[in-house]
């Protein structure tokens, strides 16, 4: 494995904690935000919003970095390749969302209306961002289900299943009220496998 690659690797290992600490950092600090009611991509909005928009461009180029070194990691075949490519466009959401912001709404940041506000042409892409995101994690656990059932790798293959299951469980059920702190519960569980899948590379250079 070349310095490259494991480098990229160990920036998506690092996206994870990273990802959640900075949105823990800004969700119990910034005044009216209220973590399980707010959804993540407000925090993109006002004075500090800034950060978020970091957090989701640093995130998003380490996903991307961690799904190109991953490709060269793997072993060669048609699944894996797509399950590579699909990582990058992780990433690619995310980055999406961090250059177009949402609207505000829901009483966030202040001064803004409550409820649900009109859509821009900003935050609508900003919600294409989200679904390619969410989209491409749903195509990297079916492709690396298969490719790991047929190879053998149970453990690998049951992380897979587990990843998209939990991501979505969690997700899907629960109060509508505590939908916004659920989504970042699911990023957390899809980020996290990809950052799995990258520790996982790292650990066979080792030996």
């Known amino acids: 494995m070349s310095r490259s690659s494991c480098v990229l690797l160990i920036g998506a290992v690092l996206a994870t904690p990273l990802f959640v600490a900075l949105w823990a950092a800004q969700a119990f600090s910034r005044e009216g935000f209220r973590p399980t009611f707010h959804p993540m991509s407000l925090l993109s909005l006002g004075d500090l919003g800034w950060?978020?928009?970091?957090?989701?461009?640093?995130?998003?180029?380490l996903v991307m970095g961690g799904g190109a070194a991953l490709g060269r990691t793997l072993d060669a075949g048609h699944l894996t390749r797509w399950a590579s490519i699909s990582i990058?466009?992780?990433?690619t959401g995310l980055l999406v969302?961090?250059?177009f912001v949402t609207d505000a709404g829901a009483g966030f940041p202040a001064g803004a209306p409550?409820?649900?506000p009109?859509?821009?042409w900003h935050g609508a892409v900003h919600e294409v961002g989200f679904l390619l995101t969410q989209l491409a994690f749903l195509a990297v656990t079916v492709l690396l289900a298969v490719r790991f059932g047929r190879s053998r790798q149970r453990g690998w293959m049951t992380a897979s299943i587990a990843a998209l299951v939990l991501a979505v469980l969690i997700a899907a059920v629960g109060d509508p009220e505590t939908l916004a702190i659920?989504?970042?519960?699911?990023a957390a569980v899809?980020?996290?496998?990809?950052?799995?899948?990258?520790?996982?590379?790292?650990r066979r250079r080792v030996r």
Do not use: P
């Not at 990058?88 to 990433?91: A, E, N, S």
């Open 51 to 61: 950060v978020q928009i970091v957090n989701f461009l640093v995130t998003g180029a």
């Open 182 to 186: 659920r989504l970042v519960l699911s």
């Open 118 to 120: 009109a859509m821009s």
């Open 190 to 202: 899809e980020l996290g496998f990809v950052s799995v899948l990258a520790y996982g590379a790292l």
């Open 97 to 99: 969302a961090g250059m």
């Open 114 to 116: 409550e409820g649900v």
């Open 88 to 91: 990058v466009l992780m990433g």
